[in-house]
């Protein structure tokens, strides 16, 4: 079993397998060896565990595929899938009538994620959960959607960050009303450097739900992917299952080599090939051998670290993130992210601590902020 070198219990096992994207028969076997006696596993373990990772949809859904005899499962899971459905449902027709008022002004639109992901990559509003809506834009038409935002769609922008810090130090503004809109002018922040217009330079123009839309390449969006769980401290799972299935469902059309040598020239190859790698661990995702011939120097413990965290949480976040950062980064990088984290930008720290603009204690936050990014376990602020 693909588990075996690792201490995990047989629930844990039991919601990875079930986790699959589009899981098949090949895996029934393995699955119905976990459930096959049921006093040596804890179905509402399973359930709770499921619930955690953000992955209920996909077990409830691989249940019932396989037509697996764990009725606890169903029971308790189906609720939550059809909870899911509803919040997407409405998601999209959100999403739909944001589009529409930024097509009216000629503003091309990448959608990321959540809603659009359910529908295009999974075919099921059930699965992915998403509360947000998630959408990349030009900076320079940054100020024009704000006011069509606010005039136009009745949206709030949402003051708690000063703007000037978000332009500098991150990569969206937050808009709010029944729902949140993210707005995003790039996809990666902080330890890596990529240019803003480089997601547009060979994004597809589609139509989705009768609009039309601007579209990353499927090497773009892995290594959009790949960016989101790093910087999430690889959590939770329901972020490996949906770059699981962008890969499974257009392996024979990704350009693999065009994909290592992009992530190479922005720092990102070691990244990109240990993500890959423990996603096929977890998930058993496809790999080509340009890609499974390649381990990172010290995978065994990346992935001892990221099959605890997915079932532990993520606790002591930065101290997990300089360990991830030694093995995952460029060492000629790592020097000055370690020092841009001790001693980031004012504005970096307003957001890292929640600090108003006028507040003179962003002061003293410099001076403390090494001690706090050993002590303090979470950014006060919500990541992204």
Known sequence: MRYRSLNISNEQKLVLLLSSPFCSDCRQEEIQKIIQDKRQIDLNEVCRLALECEVAGFVYRNVKLLALDVKEIKDKLTPVYQEAALNNMAALKETLVVLKFLSAHDIPVIPLKGVYASDKLFRDFGVYPSSDIDLLVPLNLLEKIKRILQSECDYTPVEE???????????????????????????????????????????????????????????????????????????????????????????????????????????????????????????????????????????????????????????????????????????????????????????????????????????????LNPILLIFNSEDRRKNA
């Open 161 to 367: 960050f000063f703007q000037e810090d978000l332009l500098d130090s991150h990569y969206h503004l937050i808009f709010k009303r029944r729902m949140t809109v993210e707005v995003h002018w790039n996809l990666v922040k902080r330890y890596f450097s990529i240019p803003g217009d480089f997601w547009w330079k060979s994004a597809l123009p589609v139509e989705w739900e009768g609009e039309r839309i601007m579209d990353l390449t499927i090497e773009n969006n892995i290594l959009y992917q790949v960016f989101r769980l790093f910087d999430h401290c690889f959590y939770p799972l329901r972020f490996f299952v949906l770059l699981s299935a962008l890969i499974e469902k257009n392996f024979d059309q990704i350009n693999w080599g065009g994909l290592i040598r992009t992530a190479d020239g922005f720092g990102m190859k070691k990244l990109v090939l240990a993500t890959l790698n423990i996603l096929n661990d977890l998930l058993g995702t496809s790999l080509p051998d340009v890609v499974s011939r390649q381990r990172t120097r010290g995978y065994p413990l990346l992935r001892r670290l990221i099959f605890s965290g997915i079932f532990s949480g993520v606790s002591r976040k930065h101290l997990k993130m300089m360990v991830y950062t030694v093995i995952l980064i460029e060492t000629k990088t790592v020097v000055r992210i370690f020092f841009g984290r001790l001693f980031p930008s004012i504005g970096e720290l307003r957001l890292r601590y929640n600090l108003p603009a006028s507040s003179s204690s962003v002061y003293l936050y410099y001076i």
